[in-house]
């Protein structure tokens, strides 16, 4: 798979270095903002490969040199032990070894995260963060895993060890209600640990907002302002809350960047989402409590969630072979340790399954980008996706096959196009 997306990642990497725009953008976006563009996604694109590459030396020496084993049976029982509980309980030295590997974790992957925010963000005019503010919420996820992470740890365990024949069943089950969790509650509890979010005021925007959501019967009962302009100068909106309880928030930068007739088409965007069901298939497909910047949401497939029952049954399968755990160098099954072991060997399983759940999302955000055409919205809907193409500085030469492999969204070539048709794409 390294190999395959590090192809894809060059061929990527060769379209971000062409000189000249697509003619579809020729006249729409100015010369001097391409040039900026290029030079700030050639810049991630450099450091994307770097990251991968060490990444990838990383995830091999440890499998090589046996790392996962020692660190079961040593440093996990060790820690176990120190703090006076039992090391035998299986759930205690899971949550030991889950502790260890999320330092670990945070270790590794911390220098990328400084370069990208401090460096390359920097560089290019988007960071307004400061360094404590970067800790301290770096400090905020690693305490929610902290506070969420063991009883559903536990929980799952409980299931393996509990569930006999109907193990897949019992784990099906327990993912569908856990992403019932992840899509109603938690989105409104956790984005107040890191934005604030203020009402947004009385005026011309929020009229238009409302209008536009009562005429589409949508339950909303506040309008947030979150002030993403305290983390960087990107853009973003997006609804939340579940039933009748639902809430619409703007990044404050979306306010500055965007009129008012644009930014009411980006929410008519995203009402066709809600309007469409498309919350309902996120639902019904397990959700992986993702947030995308750019106004979007992620969306699932009804059969991911077949898939998901389906794996659950090949885990089943393998979970009681003795030859996977020793060829991995390990003598004992743990029920963690089945779940990675697991993982690893359905990899490129799992990467179709991203491909398929890309063409997926790509297709509800052209019927909700018509969605909003049909409610009048096309040229302010087109004028801001233009606009915040520029602010974001988002690429604008794409290969083909990057694109449909890793992108959830079409591109903006494609989408302006859609939009022009006298009848959608997504029609």
Known sequence: MYIFETCLHLRQHAALKLPTLPKTLVGVISQETFERSRAYNIDKSNLRFVKQFVTIIIDSATLLFGVLPKLWKVKSGDIVESTGLDAENEIYQTLAFLACVMYWSQIKNLPFSLYSTFVIEERHGFNEQTFWLFIRDMLKGMTLAIVLGPPIVAATILIVQKGGPYLAIYLWGFIFVLSLFMMTIFPVLVPPLYNMLTPLPQGELRTKIET????????????????????????????????????????????????????????????????????????????????????????????????????????????????????????????????????????????????????????????????????????????????????????????????????????????????????????
């Open 212 to 427: 536009l959501a009562s005429s589409q019967n949508f339950p909303s009962k506040k309008l947030f302002v979150v002030d993403g302009s305290t983390w960087s100068t990107h853009s973003n909106a997006y609804l939340f809350g579940f039933s009748k309880n639902k809430c619409i928030a703007l990044f404050d930068t979306l306010i500055q960047q965007c009129t008012n007739e644009e930014i009411v088409a980006v929410i008519a965007h995203e009402l066709g989402h809600w309007k469409l069901n498309h919350k309902i298939y996120s639902f019904v497909g397990v959700q992986a409590s993702r947030v995308r910047m750019g106004f979007v949401s992620s969306h699932w497939k009804l059969d991911l969630m077949i898939l998901i029952l389906l794996l659950f049954g090949g885990y089943t399968l393998v979970k009681n072979s003795n030859d996977l755990f020793m060829s991995f160098g390990f003598d004992t099954q743990p029920v963690l340790i089945e779940f990675i072991l697991f993982q690893y060997t359905i990899l490129p399983v799992q990467h179709l399954v991203s491909f398929d759940l890309n063409l997926v999302t790509q297709a509800f955000e052209f019927q909700a980008d018509a969605f909003a055409k049909k409610l009048g919205y096309a040229k302010p809907l087109r004028d801001a996706l233009v606009k915040l193409q520029v602010r974001n500085l988002s690429e604008m030469n794409t290969d083909p096959w990057y694109s449909v492999y890793h992108y959830s969204h079409p591109t903006l070539v494609e989408r302006l196009a859609a939009l022009d048709e006298p009848h959608n794409k997504a029609d």
